[in-house]
Structure formats: C-alpha cells, structure tokens
C-alpha cells in the first residue's frame, strides 16, 4: 500500500511577522536573523510564500510547499 507524507511548512510572511525570539524556533540563518529575514524576503519576492522547515524535502511546489512524498508500506 502507497502512502503520501508532507513536510511541515509555514507562510513566509508568518516568518516574517515574528520577532527574533519567536523566528528562531523555527529557522536560522550562520549570518543571523537580518540575513534570514532578507532571504526570505527574497523568496517571496521569486513567488515562494512557504518555507518547508525540513531540508530534506526535495519535491516542491511553486510556492515553497511539499508536494509530497509517496512512501511504500509493507502489509
């Protein structure tokens, strides 16, 4: 049997609403939070407003989100 997982994503602009308190339970950045706060700037400016908080994730759709993943589960 085929299932379908996603990676958790949040709107962009949630991100970017927060404070750097609140901003780091969610993303950082090795140039700190005005670097991250300009990145994701820069995604929503490219038509991203989601950022999936897992790396991993290597099947997006056009807004940032997880499209998804199909898993394979034994019976």
Known sequence: MKSTTFHIHVPIQALLNM???ELSG???H???FAALRSELR???S???YCLV???ECDNKNPD???AGHIT???N
């Open 26 to 28: 969610f993303a950082s």
């Open 64 to 66: 940032g989100s997880c």
């Open 19 to 21: 404070n750097d308190d």
């Open 30 to 32: 090795p140039d700190g």
């Open 42 to 44: 820069d995604m929503l």
């Open 46 to 48: 490219d038509g991203e």
């Open 53 to 55: 908080l897992d790396n």
């Open 72 to 74: 394979q589960t034994v």
